[in-house]
C-alpha cells in the first residue's frame, strides 16, 4: 500500500523489557516521523528527523530513544516503559518541506 | 498543542449520500491536508491544500479552504461503504515549521450498505 514498511506489527512487552520498532521507507525521501496515536486522542508527533539529523523532540520521555542511522531507517528504542505507553506507533516520511507525509502501517505496542 | 479540530466527530450516512466533514485550525499555516485512516492501520494521504488555494478535487473528493475563517471542508461524493474511515486534517505551518504536522482528532466516518 505504502512505501513506508515498519517491524513488528504487534508487540508485547512487560514494563522491563528492552524492544525496538523498526521503520523502512523506500521512496527517496530525507525526512521521517515518529508519531504516536492513543485511543480518543489525536496524532501525537513525538520525533522529526531530517537529513539523519533529530530537528525535533516533542518533550518525549527519555525511555524512548530514536536513532536514524540514515535517510531510509529509522528505530524507536523502548525500555521500561509503562502501561499508559500502549498505542499504535507510527513511522512516516517525506520530502524535507511543506509536503504529504507518508505512513508505514504502525506497530500495535501493548506494555503489560 | 492541537491545530485541527475536525466536525463532526461521528457520522453515519447511506451509500450514495454525500459526506461533509469539517476542520478548524488556530493559527496562520502553509498548507493544510487531509488524511484517511482504516481501523487501526497507517494512515493514507488524499490531499494537500496550500494556502493560496482555496479549492481542489481530487477524484471524489474536494476540499475548500478559507484562510479567512481558518476553516476547511473535505466533501466526498457518492459515498461508498468503502469509505469507512476516520478522516482527520492536519496543518502545516511556515517555513520555520520545515515538514511539521499537527493533527486534529478525527471524524469517525460509517457508510451503511
Known amino acids: 500500500e505504502t512505501g513506508v514498511t515498519q517491524t513488528p506489527r504487534h508487540l508485547v512487552m512487560g514494563m522491563t523489557n528492552k524492544k525496538s520498532l523498526k521503520c523502512e521507507q523506500h521512496l527517496g525521501h530525507n525526512a521521517m516521523y515518529w508519531y504516536k496515536q492513543s485511543a480518543k486522542k489525536p496524532l501525537e508527533l513525538m520525533f522529526v528527523y531530517n537529513f539523519k539529523e533529530q530537528t525535533e523532540n516533542n518533550s518525549v520521555p527519555s525511555r524512548f530513544s530514536p536513532e536514524c542511522p540514515n535517510s531510509s531507517h529509522l528505530f524507536l528504542h523502548l525500555h521500561t516503559l509503562q502501561p499508559e505507553d500502549s498505542a499504535l506507533y507510527l513511522c512516516?516520511?517525506?520530502?524535507?518541506?511543506?509536503?504529504?507525509?507518508?505512513f508505514g502501517p504502525g506497530t500495535r505496542l501493548t506494555v503489560t | 498543542s492541537q491545530q485541527g479540530e475536525e466536525d463532526p466527530q461521528a457520522l453515519s450516512i447511506q451509500e450514495g449520500e454525500n459526506a461533509t466533514m469539517n476542520c478548524s485550525y488556530k493559527?496562520?499555516?502553509?498548507?493544510l491536508q487531509w488524511y484517511r485512516q482504516n481501523s487501526g492501520r497507517g494512515l493514507v494521504h488524499l490531499i494537500l491544500i496550500r494556502s493560496n488555494e482555496r479549492e481542489k478535487h481530487s477524484g471524489r473528493l474536494r476540499v475548500t479552504l478559507d484562510t479567512s475563517k481558518k476553516s476547511s471542508s473535505l466533501l466526498i461524493t457518492a459515498s461508498r461503504a468503502a469509505d469507512t474511515a476516520s478522516y482527520f486534517c492536519?496543518?502545516?505551518?511556515?517555513?520555520?515549521?520545515?515538514?511539521?504536522?499537527?493533527f486534529g482528532e478525527g471524524t469517525q466516518l460509517t457508510v451503511n450498505p
Open positions: 512516516a516520511s517525506s520530502h524535507l518541506g511543506p509536503y504529504e507525509q507518508y
Open positions: 493559527t496562520s499555516i502553509n498548507n
Open positions: 492536519a496543518t502545516g505551518g511556515g517555513e520555520t515549521s520545515g515538514s511539521r504536522l499537527t
